[in-house]
Structures are given as C-alpha cells and as structure tokens.
C-alpha cells in the first residue's frame, strides 16, 4: 500500500496539475461519450429539445390549418350519442365546401360500415378535396409480429378521397416529438389535397410545435356547420381545415384525454395537444420545412470535444470561481449555438453531453485541488501546531497562500527567554535526568502557551532558553506590543510556578529549585522563512534584531531587572507600558552605543519623571546625585529596587553601570 502511494506521489508529481487536467478530461469525455449512446440517456436529450425548441419558437403561419373541433359545445349542440351519424359529416364536409374550404381533413377513421344509408350519405360529399384518417397498429403476437392498416372504406376511397395514415409515435417518455415518415401520412396527403408542395418526410425529423393546446384557430363542429349564422364571413375561404376531437379544456398529464398528446411544450404547462392539432401542426411543418434533424453521432461527438477540450484549458488556467464563471460562459454559448442552429438551421445537436462533460471535468479537477489543498493544509497544520498559535494555524490552513516558503524580509519582534542558574541547577540533578527533564518541561510547558496566546510562534528550544517571534508567518501590526505582554505574562508566571513545584517537591520528598528567568525582546528587521536544506528545514528568523534580542535577555542579569528590551520596540509600546530607560551600552558586534530599557505594567508620570532625572544625573557624570535619586527611586517603585541599588556601587567606585 505504501509502494502504492509513493507511485502514485511519482507520478503526480512527474506529470504535474496540467498533465492530471488532461488525463482526468479524456477520462471523463470517454465516459460521458460512452454515457450518451445508452438508451435512457435520449430521455435527456430530448428533454432538451423540448426547452430548447419552444424558446422562442417560430410564429404560427399566417395561412395555418383551421380546426373544426369536436368539442363539449358540439355534443350538447348536437345532442346525439357518439360515433355521430356520417350523415353529419357529410353536411360539414359540403358547408364547408359551399364556405371555400381549400381542403378538409378528417382526423377520424371509417374503416367499418354503418347503415347503408349513412355511409351513402357520407359518400356522396366525398370528394378529392378530403382526406379521411387511416390507421397503422403493431400487433405482437408469439408466432410473429403482424403490421395492421385499417383504411377507410373501399366505398369512400371510389370518391377520389385520400386515406391517409394518423398514427404517431409517441417516446419512451411518453411525449411526442418525432414527426410520423409515413409518405401517405395523414398530413402528408391533406398537403397534396390542398396542392400544397413539400419535401417527402424523412425518418427522424422532430416536430417543431407553436405552442401549447388551441394554439391553432379553433371553431366549434356545430359552428361550422351553419358557419353563415356562427362564423366571421371569408374565416373559412382558402383554409385548409382539420376535422377533429379538441377539447374545450385541454387534458393534462394527470388526467390523460381521448386522443391527447403529450408534445415539446407539455414541459411548460402540463397540458395535452388534442390529435386534430398535432396533424396541423405537422401539416406546417411539411410544407415550411420546419421538421427538425436530430444531429448526427459525428457532430454530437464533436461538440463534446470542443467543450471537453475547453474545460481543461479552462481549469487549467483559472482556479475557483472565476474559472466556474468563465466555464459558465461557455456552456451557456453551447446553449445558445445549438438554440441558434435548432432555430434557423433546423437542426438539433443537444448540449447535455457538453454540459455532463463540462460539469464532470469542472467538478472532478475541484476534487482532487480540494483533496490536495486538504492535505496541504494538513502538512501546514502539522508543521506550525507545535509552534504558532490555533488560530493563527487555522489562517494558514484557510489561506496558504499567507505562508511565503524561502525567505522574506520583514519587521519582527523577537523574545529570547533563558532560566537563570539553570546549569547550577543541572549540575546538582546530574544523578536525576528524569526530574532534569520534568523541571524544565514544566517550565517551558506554561511559557509556550503564554507566547501562543498572544498571537506569537514559537522558534525553537535552546535547551533552557525558549526562542519566540512575532509578525510572521501572519501578519499582525501589534507585534511589539503582544511580544512585551507576553515577556510580562511569564515573568507574572513564575510566581505559581515556583508555588507548585516546590508543594511537589514537598510533597515527593525532593529539593525544590526555584526558577528564575530573564527574558530579552527586540524589534526590528528580519528575514524570515524556511531555512535548512532540501531535506530538513525549519521556519525561523535571521538578522541583527534576532542578535540584539538574545544578547538582550543575556544582559539583563547584569542590570538586576528580568527584562530588557530594544530601542525600537520602546518607542512602539511607549505609549501603552511605563517604559523605563536603563542605559547605554554597546552590545557586542556594534560599535555605537545603543539605549536599553524595561518595561512595567503601569508606573506613575511622578516615578517616570524622577528616573528621567536619575539618568540625565548619570549621563552627566553627576554619580552623587544618581545615587540619591536611586535611594528614593528604591521605595517608590520596587520592582526595579534591584537596578537602584547598582548606583551604590557606581558612586562609590566612581564607574558607570
């Protein structure tokens, strides 16, 4: 398993983010190739023919076939049960003769006889002009499968009457889009009827609809048949009519209907087209050529390579949301292009492969970035838990981008904190390294959690000595500030401390050693980053501050005080601490003198005056006078007694601190 993921980290590597883009592309437009040709997967295409090809569909011709609808009016008109006698058909056929009727179309069969004189009836107002609806069904049976015609009758068709074949296919779905190839199609021979010129009708056209149901002129049987008395004058002249069930209130889906279809726009409404006018509707579709080519498996193909190719690029080159927003352009000029070309080239290649591809590609390389920015920041998380703050590691973890690897230059505060005495203390624990080493992990335990809780990372541990930096790797304007509060947070520390080891030691029966700790703090420019070698390396600090600032905490000792700090981290913090300046002295490595101080919490503005007073006494020579004002400077502020009481010393050897 492990021989497997170092191949597998080979491999990533050696082809790299765009080499992983191509190969998961071609995986995936592989697939989703494969994925269209399956047969559910034309549900899904022809879905979006239906959006796409009612979207702005062609208007309605101006000249389109007019319904004669068998509708609720008419049989309580007529009142007469259903089939209604042929001697009715046969007075509409001649009213709407004797109105100008170019052709008239019967969307019912008569392929069975009724009475004599009925059929007589209809047959003497037959003529060329009609077009009578046949029937084709598939009957299945177990020794074979029989393909049946039910025409009209022999006597109907002596006329000059065209039989023409009304039967349609409806999809897997249930919906009918693809428009019937037969050439004596019911639709078809009412063309020729009407002398209408058109191109044969091919297998696999789809049907381009108008609209949902009564989108065609509808009239009421009973109307026409008196259209003097119910109907404009001229309404019927030169129109082809179609004779047919049609509904007042148009089925649903829901509640089905006698010779209803579901079409293209049944997406929108949820509405049935009565079958009078799906043979309208494909009557226009005849004769203005407005059936629709399903494209070819070439240029189905082809687009999916277009767009496969285009949403690796895309990846490729952009990266979260503005790679989705560019890839979003693309897919909806996809839906565009082939709107355009279904409505004026009257051909349909559909862009739901390109859009699973687009989705697949776009969502496969977003897993695996998520999955490697995971575990990058995991190695982050990993590498700076130990040594910055939670939060801080949270940032970079949600950012990586903060953490520039190498080296930059950058202002920082630096802590160096060391225990005093501390090789006194390991010489007399020489026989005990395990209490050795709990001593000091106790000590560094509390001292680390103080420099993460203000914000600070923690460089390494120098046996005793704790080394801390703030402003890097995230930035954080208050670093001067944060490094000083935490230098007095562990100096307030100790005191507990030094309370519990000694009850432990008490308790066990083992010499307490009390800890004491200087600390040094320095501001100023640094580089900053990841340092070692290619095979081991650790994020730390370099440069001159770094050097002040250990040497620093090394001179506080001599100062009596637990904590020194730099010039330019006084200046910072003057305003927010009571900073007092010290002296002047030239740290090893320079050769100009250079200020140092210490810093309490708080102090009063007549304290701080008074050591300004002691200092400028001790910078003039005036080592008397520093004296006396060191002896008063000792009972009013306590904390630095230990400093005061150097001037006795200093005066009476006539020598600077």
Not at 263 to 291: C, M, P
Not at 470 to 496: K, Q, Y
Request: net charge negative; proline share 5%.
């Amino acid at each position: 398993m492990m021989a497997l993921a170092k191949l597998w980290r080979r491999w990533r590597g050696f082809v790299g983010r765009r080499g992983q883009i191509v190969i998961l592309s071609t995986l995936l437009f592989l697939a989703v190739a494969g994925l269209a040709r399956l047969p559910f997967w034309a549900l899904v295409d022809y879905r979006a023919f239906d959006y796409l090809s009612t979207v702005g569909a062609p208007p309605l011709p101006e000249d389109a076939p007019l319904v004669v609808a068998i509708d609720e009016p008419s049989l309580a008109d007529i009142n007469q049960r259903w089939p209604w006698p042929r001697s009715l058909h046969g007075r509409l056929i001649k009213a709407l003769r004797t109105a100008g009727a170019k052709a008239i179309g019967f969307d019912i069969v008569f392929s069975e006889p009724s009475t004599e004189a009925e059929d007589q009836a209809l047959k003497q107002a037959l003529g060329s002009d009609v077009v009578l609806a046949a029937d084709e069904s598939l009957v299945t049976a177990d020794q074979a499968d029989q393909l049946i015609r039910a025409m009209p009758l022999q006597m109907f068709s002596d006329t000059g009457a065209a039989g023409g074949i009304a039967s349609v296919t409806l999809g897997r779905d249930g919906v009918l889009r693809e428009a019937p190839a037969y050439p004596d199609g019911f639709a078809a021979m009412l063309a020729k009827a009407a002398g209408e010129a058109f191109d044969p009708p091919e297998p696999g056209r789809l049907i381009q609809v108008f609209g949902g149901p009564r989108s065609y002129q509808t009239i009421s049987y009973y109307q026409a048949l008196d259209p003097d008395n119910f109907l404009p004058p001229g309404l019927i002249r030169g129109r082809v009519v179609v004779v047919g069930l049609s509904l007042q209130n148009a089925p649903t889906l829901d509640s089905g209907g006698a010779d209803a279809f579901a079409t293209a726009h049944t997406v929108h409404d949820g509405r049935l087209t009565a079958g009078a006018e799906i043979q309208a509707t494909i009557f226009d579709n005849l004769r203005y050529s407005l059936a629709v080519r399903d494209g070819s498996d070439a240029l189905r193909l082809g687009l999916l390579l277009f767009v496969a190719i285009a949403s690796a690029l895309i990846v490729s080159t952009n990266s979260g949301w503005q790679g989705f927003g560019v890839g979003l352009a693309l897919i909806t000029a996809v839906f565009v292009a082939t709107w355009f070309m279904l409505r004026f080239g009257r051909l349909f290649i559909s862009p739901m492969p390109s859009l699973a591809a687009f989705v697949a590609i776009h969502a496969g390389q977003a897993m695996i970035d998520y999955a490697q920015e995971r575990k990058s920041r995991q190695r982050i998380t990993k590498a700076f838990a130990q040594y910055l703050a939670p939060e801080l590691v949270h940032q970079l973890a949600r950012d990586p981008s903060r953490l520039r690897l190498g080296g930059e230059k950058r202002e920082l505060s630096i802590l160096f904190c060391d225990v005093r005495g501390f090789t006194t203390i390991a010489e007399q624990l020489k026989d005990d390294p395990e209490q050795l080493t709990t001593l000091i992990n106790r000590l560094l335990t509390p001292l680390s959690d103080i420099v993460l809780a203000r914000s600070g990372t923690i460089d390494k541990y120098i046996g005793d000595c704790l080394m801390a930096f703030w402003n890097a790797p995230l930035e954080s304007p208050d670093h001067a500030f944060l490094s000083v509060s935490a230098a007095l947070d562990m100096l307030d520390a100790m005191d507990a401390l030094n309370h519990t080891l000694e009850a432990d030691a008490r308790a066990h029966g083992r010499r307490h050693f009390p800890l004491r700790i200087g600390v040094g703090v320095n501001t100023g420019d640094c580089v900053v980053g990841n340092m070692g070698s290619m095979a081991r390396f650790d994020y730390s600090v370099l440069g001159d501050a770094v050097n002040l600032a250990s040497r620093l905490e090394g001179a506080s000792k001599l100062y009596d005080v637990p904590l020194l700090i730099g010039p330019e981290t006084a200046r910072i913090i003057g305003d927010r601490l009571a900073v007092f300046e010290l002296d002047r002295i030239v740290v090893k490595g320079k050769t100009e003198e250079a200020p140092v101080f210490t810093v309490l919490r708080t102090a009063s503005p007549d304290v701080l005056a008074r050591h300004r007073a002691l200092l400028d006494a001790y910078y003039g020579g005036d080592l008397a006078l520093a004296q006396q004002c060191a002896a008063t400077l000792a009972e009013d502020n306590p904390a630095l007694a230990g400093y005061y009481a150097r001037f006795d010393v200093i005066a009476g050897e006539g020598r600077a601190l």
